[in-house]
């Protein structure tokens, strides 16, 4: 397929997928042999005002997929024809392969603002080519499965799935994403290329449109349910009760085809939810469950509980696809320690913490989260679990860490069970949890 057309980024492209000024720096570190490790951490400064914890995904990905970027001949005659590079340069990229360290967070684990959630020790040359790609990937995924979990969070144990995919920005967020609903604890997507690659169940029956396709309304739910036994029927194209009456009459015709759901997908959802559950019960069909969708998020879903509607699940499409109240994080990546110094930028509202770094999670006697304290990497006597791990060693991946990604449902999960009741709560909110810093890490912050 010709690369103008592609609806993608090849691998063996994915290098120049960088910021310009990521490449004249690296090749001015060349020209000036600046060769010594440098330490980069990726953080975000301020919580999005209607989150109160982030749900770190994507970065143990991004790590294992940063240390197999390579610049090939097709991308190095492409950055030649810019005329910015000279050809020993070029001839440096051409054999450079990634040969530091990255520690990450494991997927699935809540972070905070200022604490990193990957850091990246290495000659800075081989750190600095990585800033653009790394803020890209990690940023699209831990935003997504941030606003995932609270819409499983206000389901309240009923299934989510994700119906997102066609206002989505762009195929790869919409594949990407499917693996931060996994996460977050998504029961399914309708995403066919993202479930199967991420692992998620495939979910979906049929549109308005199949029903519009037929003359009789009830005749497309007949033909429908016989195609495919125990299937779930969306019965508000015309009137949505009525509809309901006509799966009602099929099962009673019918009752082979075993009808497993249906779908309200507009109106009054609360109120609607209630009519049709009276109607199937009555009818002797409380096995089937109701399904709804429409324009839903968090708020909404716990409203409709809250008010008593009985809703078995929830179809969420554009409001989590595009995390449509927090679409983005104040993410950094920012040189931290250069030649065993700390570097600290101090500009207004931008400044960072030095040096390599380690975020310790403190737990009470339940084991309940009760704070966090941002060390530095070696900094002795620090209470709390150790969160960030070394994934890629000498530009090698650990497989034994790199199973931690695999994990990250039943991290996020368990994650969910460990947290203050306040972080809990879906309205904007200050919520108390301490991250401190740790004696060593506040007093080179003071003196610096």
Known sequence: MNGAN????????????????????????????????????????????????MLACGQQHAAALLSRLRFGDESLDRLAGTGLFDPGFLDWLRDWRFEGDIWTLPEGTPVFANEPLLEVDAPIAHAQLLESLVMNLVQLETVLASKAVRLVMAARGRPVVDFGMRRMHGVDAAVRGVRAYRTAGLEGTSNVLGGLRHDLAINGTMAHSYILAHDDEQEAFRAFARHYPGTTLLVDTHDTLEGVRKVIDIMREEP?????????????????????????????????????????????????????????????????????????????????????????????????????????RQVNARGHFVGDVIALRD??????????????????????????????????????????????????????????????????????
């Open 379 to 448: 900094e002795p006597g620090i209470a709390g679990e150790p969160l960030l791990r070394p994934l890629v060693r000498n530009g090698e991946v650990s497989t034994e860490e790199m199973a931690l990604a695999d994990g990250a449902r039943e991290r996020a999960k368990a994650a969910l069970a460990r947290l203050p009741e306040a972080l809990l709560e879906l309205a904007p909110g200050e919520t108390g949890y301490p991250v401190t810093l740790s004696p060593g890490l506040e007093a080179l912050s003071r003196r610096l």
């Open 6 to 53: 592609s609806p993608g980024v090849d691998e063996n492209e994915l290098a120049l997928l960088t910021d310009l000024y990521q490449l004249t720096m690296t090749q001015a570190y060349w020209k000036e042999s600046m060769q010594e490790r440098a330490t980069f951490s990726l953080f975000f400064r301020k919580m999005p005002p209607t989150r109160r914890f």
């Open 256 to 360: 082979e085809v075993g009808v497993k759901a249906i779908r309200l997908d507009s109106g009054d959802l609360g109120e609607l939810a209630k009519g049709a559950r009276a109607l199937l019960d009555e009818a002797g069909h409380d096995d089937i469950t109701i399904v709804v969708s429409s324009g839903l998020d968090e708020h909404k879903i716990q409203t409709l509980l809250e008010d008593g509607a009985p809703i078995d699940a929830f179809g969420v499409g554009t409001e989590m696809g595009v995390s449509a109240d927090a679409p983005v994080i104040d993410l950094s990546y920012k040189l931290v320690e250069y030649a065993g110094t700390p570097r600290v930028k101090h500009s207004p509202g931008k400044i960072n913490l030095p040096c390599r770094k380690q975020v310790y």
